[in-house]
Nanobody, 115 residues
């Protein structure tokens, strides 16, 4: 069973950038889809972006043009480059990896954007 660890969160000001990383360890079968989700205070968890093993990406409308998802399959690592951050991006960000018969989630990393 694989394991995911997120890093890179923090406290920034509106307009700043952050890069989140998600590193997988253990047995991770391919093909799979890696995703970033977030949960803001008092809100439901939402999909931010996902990327297939082959590199096809998908973004929530709220982050298109500001966030970029990428992955390095050889390193079992996924990234989320977040630019032009807004206070409404404040949330706990979770990474996940989903395959044919499994779904693994990380513990989350806090991103706080002050105005």
């Amino acid at each position: 069973q694989g394991h995911l660890v997120e890093s890179g969160g923090g406290l920034v000001q509106a307009g700043d950038s952050l890069r989140l990383s998600c590193v997988a360890s253990g047995s991770i079968l391919s093909p799979n889809v890696m995703s970033w989700h977030r949960r803001a205070p008092g809100k439901e968890r939402e999909l931010v972006a996902d990327i297939t093993y082959g590199g096809r990406t998908n973004y929530a409308d709220s982050v298109k043009g500001r966030f970029t998802i990428s992955r390095e399959n050889g390193k079992k690592t996924m990234y989320l480059q977040m630019n032009s951050l807004k206070p409404e991006d404040t949330a706990v960000y979770y990474c996940s990896i989903t395959g044919t018969s499994y779904s693994i989630w990380g513990q989350g990393t806090q991103v706080t954007v002050s105005s």
